[in-house]
């Protein structure tokens, strides 16, 4: 009998898809990043990402359609930003019901077009189907310079974590919604920085991290008490309730004292790959801790 995908949870899944690559030469990096890396010049990697968001998971048919829109493209600028890249080119699709208003596709493009011009991104095509929930679907070319691009896989042990705003309660608060892509802070970070790794938060801290874990071979110890929540977010939120978009990246110790001064947050240093994920509490004493985040199946 065939596995269920509710039995393989999302990564399982794509693990399983990975093979089915089909052929061409030159892809720097295919599926195990935040987003695709291919050759563009001589100078320059072109980035590759696309982002899906269905109502009723990501948003509700409440949710005002201006955010709808702009969340959709905000969250592929998020993964263009967590390698290093400037967004540039986007391909919007949509699944509607046909009960939607004009009025409220409209909005949704209004808010998605506001996102596009602050980032100096040009959209330039996509599709629509018709659809018994709302779906829609962003994909987002970015470019990167070779020298400044940050992969999930360089975090070496004794390198330290550092996170760009509060996490948890995403949702609840609906920051979700209204994040601003850390688009000037990756920049910053590529040019003055060069962080060893990098990625955004979507599915949880310490899924997130998790993923750094994985492709890098490391461990991670997270200090609690440094981990910044945002307001009335306990430390299991903090930890695993993802779409904060914020920044995760890691640092060589001897750089650190760089980023005290602009507004970034330590939260934990990189070990061996042996060690796992462990926590740190106020008494100083070490736990394992799960990576399960948040699970789309
Ligand atoms: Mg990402």
Redesign the pocket.
Known sequence: MSLRLSQLGEFGLIDLLRKYKGSGAGVIKGIGD??AVVPLDAKRYLLL?TDMLMEGVHFERKTPPRLIGRKALACSI??IA?MGGRPRYALVSLGVPGSLSWAFVRDLYKGMDALARKFGVAVVGGDTVKSARLVINVALTGEVNKTDVVYRSGARPGDLIFVTGPVGKSLSTGWHLKFAPRVKQARYLVEHIKPTSM????DGLAA?LGHILEESKVGAVLDEKKIPRRAGANLRQALYDGEDFELLFTVPRRKAALLRRNKFYLIGEIVPWSKGLLLRDKNQRLTKINIQGYTHF
Request: charged letters at 35%.
């Open positions: 935040d987003t990402t998020s993964d967590a990625t955004d938060i979507s997130d």
